[in-house]
């Protein structure tokens, strides 16, 4: 009964809303609210950074933040990453700098928060035993883009001094790969890659095969480790005056 009453609900709004537009509720859908949406976000990087800070304070407090936003995200940049697809594939100019895969390549390489940079940074520069051993069991999930390891091990999660970098190391790869895509050092990036493809191989494969993707990716991960390195010295100061107390 349910079902039935669901399909003729639907069903017959999406009558009234042909009879009365002269299009299916998809294509207004589409029409009313995506298109403006990507026009207004999806070549914004400004409104991106903003996009991914929410997504970090999300973390912050436990949450998953990217799967909060992916209703919103995924329907805005998803069409961009096919509309270049397309393009390239025809052998046509590639109409777009961001995409959904782009955003992968520049601000979630690692796990959110680009985590990955902090499992370098702790195990080239951490004196703690503790903090290395978490460090190491996350290695090989890092580099499949998978961090509760780190977000939960560390913590990174109600951690005042490590959520600041949390937040700021992807707006900052995230502008510094726009950077890249826009001057034209790094191709825009044409192709879906798995999520978890690991890091350099993604910036490899999502440019079509490119080196200067994969170079692109490797500059992001230097960053990424960059920014996160002195929280990390603060923080471990902290543990150590906590320890002595």
Same mark, same amino acid.
């Given at each position: 009964?349910?079902?039935?009453?669901t399909?003729i609900?639907?069903?017959?709004?999406g009558?009234?809303?042909?009879?009365?537009?002269?299009?299916e509720?998809?294509?207004?859908?589409?029409?009313?609210?995506?298109?403006?949406l990507?026009t207004?976000i999806?070549?914004n990087?400004?409104?991106?950074c903003?996009m991914?800070?929410?997504?970090?304070?999300?973390?912050?407090?436990?949450?998953?933040?990217?799967?909060?936003?992916?209703?919103v995200?995924e329907?805005?940049?998803r069409?961009l990453?096919?509309a270049?697809?397309?393009?390239?594939t025809?052998?046509n100019?590639?109409p777009?700098?961001?995409n959904l +895969? &782009?955003?992968?390549m520049?601000?979630? %390489?690692?796990g959110s =928060?680009v985590?990955?940079g902090?499992? !370098?940074?702790? @195990? $080239?520069?951490s004196k703690?035993?503790?903090?290395?051993?978490?460090a190491?069991?996350?290695?090989?999930?890092?580099l499949?883009?998978i961090?509760?390891?780190?977000?939960?091990?560390?913590?990174?999660?109600?951690?005042?001094i490590l959520d600041i970098?949390?937040?700021?190391?992807?707006?900052?790869?995230?502008?510094v790969g726009?950077i890249l895509?826009?001057s034209?050092?790094?191709?825009?990036i044409?192709l879906?890659?798995?999520? +978890? &493809?690991?890091?350099?191989i993604?910036? %490899?494969?999502a440019t =079509?095969?490119?080196p200067?993707?994969a !170079?692109?990716? @490797? $500059?992001?991960?230097?960053i990424?480790?960059?920014?996160?390195?002195?929280?990390?010295?603060?923080?471990?100061k902290?543990?150590?005056?906590?320890?002595?107390?």
């Amino acid at each position: 009964i349910p079902t039935c009453l669901t399909a003729i609900v639907v069903g017959a709004v999406g009558l009234v809303c042909q009879l009365a537009t002269g299009a299916e509720l998809n294509a207004l859908i589409f029409n009313v609210i995506q298109k403006p949406l990507q026009t207004l976000i999806g070549d914004n990087i400004v409104a991106v950074c903003i996009m991914y800070v929410i997504i970090m304070l999300f973390w912050c407090v436990g949450i998953h933040g990217n799967n909060m936003v992916a209703a919103v995200k995924e329907p805005i940049f998803r069409p961009l990453l096919y509309a270049n697809t397309a393009a390239y594939t025809a052998g046509n100019k590639i109409p777009y700098v961001m995409n959904l +895969t &782009m955003l992968q390549m520049f601000a979630e %390489f690692g796990g959110s =928060g680009v985590t990955i940079g902090l499992v !370098i940074a702790i @195990l $080239i520069f951490s004196k703690r035993e503790d903090n290395r051993t978490i460090a190491g069991i996350s290695i090989v999930p890092g580099l499949f883009n998978i961090n509760e390891t780190m977000t939960f091990g560390i913590p990174l999660v109600l951690n005042p001094i490590l959520d600041i970098p949390f937040i700021l190391a992807p707006v900052v790869t995230m502008i510094v790969g726009y950077i890249l895509v826009s001057s034209g050092f790094c191709p825009k990036i044409v192709l879906e890659v798995p999520w +978890t &493809m690991p890091p350099v191989i993604l910036g %490899f494969l999502a440019t =079509g095969g490119h080196p200067m993707g994969a !170079i692109s990716q @490797l $500059i992001v991960v230097a960053i990424s480790v960059v920014v996160y390195v002195p929280f990390l010295i603060a923080y471990e100061k902290f543990q150590a005056k906590q320890a002595a107390e």
